[in-house]
């Protein structure tokens, strides 16, 4: 007689992953942003932060500055904005309707959440020294280093069953990284800003995997 695999054992591998998100994805960033967020609030970390910007500042080579004012155009809504509605379009066009729903909702869930952690700590930016560099609205946390990473974070998933994840796991980390570094040297973001930023993309699409993932379980895949 065959035997016939259990249900509890088949289902061991899904409970696993969705504990892992929970941890890894939910619950540790959204305690670092919780931490960070009653550091600011508190006066904490101000002292790091100023620092760490007028050190960064004195020490920042031409070349780093003009990549960072290359990133600021590209990591900006006139560009990021654009990319995030395409994407899932193309996603659409192309018969993959649950992975564009996925990277639409992801995205526009890290962009919400970002707004309204601004609004709800209202951190004046940093203005340490003259800069040609304009910026508007609050810098807790960063809108660029939140985009940048939803985006890499999302890319990576689409990629996740396919001969391409490592390549898009090292590109979107370098992506993250960058971008975020980008705001320190231009003293637009304060370095917890930009942590802060990172965790909340994490946590967004985190939250979307988990509700609504873009790629079905192996013995039930479907895209549609």
Known sequence: MANVPSTHTSALPHLASRIWWWTAGIATPAAGVAGLG?????????????????WLHAHTAPLLDSLSRT??????????????I?????????????????????????????WGLKLLY???????????IHVSGWSFPSGHATAASALAMILVLLAWRTP???????????????MAGSRVVLGVHYPTDVLAGM??????????????????????RSDR
């Open 38 to 54: 009653v550091a600011i609030r508190d006066g904490a970390v101000s002292g790091q932060d100023t620092g760490s910007l007028m």
């Open 71 to 84: 990133l600021n155009i590209l990591g900006g809504p006139w560009v990021t904005y654009p990319v995030l």
């Open 86 to 114: 395409l994407l899932p379009a193309l996603l659409w066009l192309t018969g993959r309707r649950r992975p564009a729903l996925f990277t639409a909702a992801a995205f526009w869930t890290a962009t919400a959440l970002q």
């Open 122 to 132: 209202g951190r004046p930016r940093p203005h340490l020294w003259p800069t040609d």
């Open 164 to 178: 391409h994840r490592r390549p898009a796991l090292i590109a979107g980390l370098l992506y993250a990284a960058v």
């Open 199 to 220: 965790l909340v993309g994490v946590l967004s699409v985190s939250i979307v995997t988990l509700l609504y993932p873009p790629i079905g379980r192996p013995h039930a």
